[in-house]
Every structure is written in C-alpha cells, then in structure tokens.
C-alpha cells in the first residue's frame, strides 16, 4: 500500500476526530448560552417574545453577511442541497453556519443543537482532506462529515452512520460511502465521549415490554405516526413557501419578524414548547406529563419548530422531530391507557423520525443506542408502517428518490440480449415516454426546481415556444442561484447541451450509447429538433423485461 492509497484515510479519521472535538466545544457553548437565556426567561416571561427574535435576526445576519452559500434552514437539508446537487461545502461557510446554529437555538429557536455538528462536518472534512492532500470524492465528505458532527453532538455513532447512508436518497442507500462515514463517525463519538463522556444525549434507561400486544400497538403507533409525518412535512413546505414570499415582498426583516413574533407568541402559552428541549424527553418518556399537555406540546413544538428553520434560522431538525415523535407516542399511551408510557413514547420518536426523514435502520438503531436492544423489533416495525405511508411526501427539497442501480441493471439486462432478435426488432419510439416533463425557455427557475424536486428528477430537457429541443436544465444549475434569483426565466441560467436522438434509432444503438457515455436519458426529438419524448434507463429496462 503506498503513500497515495493511506492519505485518505489518515484525512478522514483526524477530520472526524476534528469535528468531534470542535463540535463538542461548540455544542458546550450553545447548552451554556440556553441555559443563560433560560434563566432569564424564569426572570421575565416576556423574554419568550424577544429572545427568540434576536436568535433568529443575529443567525440571518450572520449567514447573510459572512455566507457564501446563503440558505438557512435545516441542516439535513443544507447537506442534501451539497451533496445532491454537488455543491462544494467550504469550511468558511460550515463554521458561520455552525455558530448561526448556536445563535438560534441558544436563544430559543425550536431547533436541534446536533444542527452545529452536521453543519461543522462538511467543511473540517474537506479542509483535512486538502491538508494531507487526499483525494477523496467530496460528496463522500460530505456525508462523512454529516455522520462525524451527529454522532459527536448526540454520542450515538450507529444511529449517525445509518443516518448519513439513508438519508441523502428515499427508497434507497448509499452504499459507496460507507467506509468513510464509518471511519469520520466512529473518530468523532470518540473524541467528543473522551471529552463529555460517553452517555448519549438523550439516554434513558427502560425496560422494554415482550408479547404480542406491544407489536400490534406498534404497528397502530406507525400508522399514526406516518400520518403525521405526512402532515408535518406538508406543514414545513408550506411555511417555506410563505417565507419566500415574505421575503420577496419586505425583505429577509420582514421574514425574521414574522417567524420571532410567531415563536414568541407560542413561547409565551408553552415555555416548553421553544429551546431544544434537553429536559424535555425526560419529562415525556417518565410519564411526568398529562395527555392535554402532551396534545397542546406535540402541536406548539410542531409550529414553533416549523416556524424557526423556515424564517431565517438555522438548527437541527433530527432531535425535534424525535422530540415531537416521543410526544406523539406518549399522547398515545395516555389516550388508550397503554402502559409502560415509556415504551411506546420511544417507539413514537422511532417511527415519527422514519416518517420524516424517509429513513428506516438509523430510528431502531438510535433506539438500541438509547435504551437497549429490546427495542429493536418494536421500533423497526413501527418505523416501517410510518415509512410506507409517508413515501410519498418528503420533507427535504433535496431528498432524491432515484437509484443508483439503474445503469447496472440495465446493463446486465442488455447483456442477456445483445445481438438478438428482440433487441434487433425494438426502436427508440417503442420504449420512449411520449409525454416527458419540459420546462419552457420563459418559465421562472424556481418553477423548474420545484418540478424537479417533486418528481425526483436531476435535469429537465428545455423547449423553445416551437416545443424544439434547446438545452437541459439541471438541479445543480440552479440550486446555487439563491431565493432571490429563483424568479428569474429558464433563459437567463446556463443551459447544459441536450444529447437528442430519433424516433427510428434502433434501441440497441441507443443503449450502447447510454452506456458509453454515462448518460442517464436520451431526449427524442423529430426532424424539425421538436422534442417528442424521452428514453431513460428504467424505461428501456422496463421494456427489455416485458419483451423476454
């Protein structure tokens, strides 16, 4: 093994081990600043009110000004956004971010504080890998310093590393980075439990509950929960959608103004409902709190976080929505006189997680890591119910749904058939979508990225007023451009050339050429250069299975 192969693995564990020190350090400092601010609101209830609007105003500002990528938001999501559209996280922007993190969540923005660590991550990881001069591809950074910042900040490594896997893609993982996510996330918990100790952040030690009857409550708790999640996630896109429009009516002081007046307003009815909620799952999962209490929390937590990381904050989304979801079990139980109230809080954060994030090993993995292996059953079935009834709502723009199996499987299907009289009899027009998704040289960016966020796609083919094939648009094109610049026509962004092909091509000259190049889709276009349809690699894969 020489020099060149050693180097990156050298990189990525001390960058794991970087994050795991700098988020700690980091993290120690938010869970101070909350526990100042806390205290003040114990002086002054008003404080509920303006607080939350300064920690929101100082992360905007912070972001704004010093950012060279300017989203707020989530950090799930602002690593989605990096890494599936193959952004470059840089370590400047990690830090702000980081710090912006602590500002809305010390001053109680209803965010999660593993935010400071996923957002660390990315950046430490790059900046080691450029130090030791590694050459390491940066999506796999990207996720392995994702990976590195949960699993130092919430001291649960399995649960970071199955999180960085699922997470970038619903219905699928990501295999490739495995052993880099491994490495960053195991480097990181060790150095940050050398420093805070070993116990999670949100440990509690419970007995599970055996038989068939907690199964089946389970799995009813999953079906709650998944309907939940459709409602939460449909919430969170509404609010951002109000947010850009805010914003491009009065400005980022109108936007700030609205979300710190709206959390203030839901801090003053519940003080539980703002802040990260570090005592809170004690609370919820010990039975301490009655069902109307429960039901008036899960519904202002659900707002006030809501309402933090779509108006100009900046947080983890993991814990709250854990959170929420421990809630939801624990209303639950009360309502239907289930005991321990524990059990089934804890299966409700599981389920609710997987519902939201569309992920399925890390909840039951975060529930051994938690409170023990007996949990693991309960909680992945009832992960999997809310799973499945979720699907098809996602709560991250960025969250793909596509495989990267599908040049494989066509080429071992191809394989099967190559120089045969089916393949020989088959055209282009047989298999081709006759109705693709287009998008207009007039339509605004924003309506494309929308499209192709909805329905799962990286690139549309774009079309003069004729309908005649110009160019494709990808999601990495646009994704950079801001929310200000999102109303602007498909004409004024750089348009990628369009590999186009006709009608009457014979299928296996087209598949050779997918193949050959790499290209995912092939635009079909007429003698006149009208586009006509689309050719994609399920789509002849589809066609080869049904014609054998």
């Known amino acids: 093994m020489d020099r060149g192969d050693v180097l990156p693995w050298i990189a990525v564990a001390l960058g794991g081990a970087a994050v795991g020190l700098l988020g700690s350090l980091i993290f120690r400092a938010l869970y101070v600043l909350w526990r100042i601010v806390e205290a003040g609101y114990s002086r002054s209830p008003s404080a509920a009110v303006t607080f939350p609007l300064l920690g929101l105003l100082a992360s905007f500002l912070l972001v704004d000004t010093f950012a060279v990528n300017k989203s707020t938001g989530s950090a799930t999501g602002i690593v989605l956004a990096e890494y599936n559209t193959r952004g470059i996280p840089s370590l400047r922007d990690s830090v702000i971010k980081a710090f912006a993190s602590v500002a809305t ?11 400071v660590g996923i957002l660390l991550g990315p950046g430490i990881m790059r900046s080691a890998a450029r130090a030791f001069g590694a050459r390491v591809r940066r999506g796999r950074l990207t996720l392995a310093g994702a990976a590195a910042g949960l699993a130092g900040v919430l001291k649960t490594p399995a649960t970071a590393i199955l999180y960085a896997l699922e997470v970038p893609v619903a219905r699928g993982l990501e295999k490739e980075p495995f052993l880099e996510i491994s490495l960053a996330a195991t480097a990181s918990y060790a150095v940050s439990a050398a420093i805070t100790g070993p116990a999670p952040l949100f440990a509690v030690q419970l007995q599970p509950i055996t038989g068939p009857a907690p199964l089946i409550w389970s799995a009813i708790l999953g079906v709650i929960a998944g309907a939940y999640s459709i409602g939460f996630s449909k919430l969170y896109g509404y609010a951002g959608r109000a947010s850009s429009a805010l914003r491009a009516r009065g400005g980022f002081a109108l936007t ?5 007046a709206a959390i203030g307003l839901l801090g003053l009815l519940s003080r539980q409902s703002i802040g990260p909620g570090f005592d809170l799952m004690d609370d919820v999962v010990l039975g301490m709190m009655a069902a109307g209490s429960l039901a008036l929390l899960l519904a202002l937590r659900s707002l006030t976080t809501v309402a933090t990381l779509s108006f100009g904050g900046v947080g983890g989304l993991f814990t709250p929505v854990v959170l929420n979801g421990a809630l939801l079990g624990a209303l639950f139980a009360e309502l239907l006189g289930l005991r321990p109230i524990s059990f089934y ?11 939201t994030y569309k992920i399925l090993l890390a909840p039951a993995a975060m529930m051994v890591e938690l409170s023990g292996v007996g949990f693991m059953i309960p909680a992945l079935l009832a992960s999997a119910v809310s799973y499945a009834i979720s699907l098809p709502v996602t709560l991250f723009r960025f969250q793909l749904t596509g495989s990267a199996m599908e040049e ?3 080429r071992s299907v191809y394989s099967r058939v190559r120089g045969s009289r089916l393949i020989s009899g088959l055209r282009v027009s047989d ?5 693709p998704r287009r998008i207009g040289l007039t339509d605004s960016l924003r309506a494309a990225l929308d499209a192709m966020v909805a329905e799962g796609l990286r690139e549309l083919p774009v079309v003069d007023p004729e309908g005649r094939l110009v160019g494709r648009l990808a999601v990495e094109d646009v994704s950079w451009l801001g ?11 750089p348009l990628s050339s369009a590999e186009s092909i006709r009608p009457d091509t014979p299928l296996a000259e087209a598949i050779e050429r997918m193949l050959g190049s790499g290209l995912s889709v092939l635009y079909v276009v007429d003698e006149r250069g009208i586009l006509v349809g689309t050719v994609e690699e399920m789509d002849v894969v589809r066609a080869l299975i049904r014609h054998t």
Do not use: H, K, Y
Request: glycine share 20%.
């Open 105 to 115: 969540v010390g001053f109680g923005g209803a965010a999660g504080p593993e935010g």
């Open 256 to 260: 700030v103004l609205t979300g710190g």
């Open 345 to 355: 809080a804890l299966i409700g954060a599981a389920a609710v997680l997987a519902g």
């Open 408 to 410: 494989a499987l066509l």
């Open 431 to 435: 298999v081709m979508d006759r109705n």
């Open 483 to 493: 929310e200000r610049r999102l109303d602007a026509q498909v004409s004024s962004a």
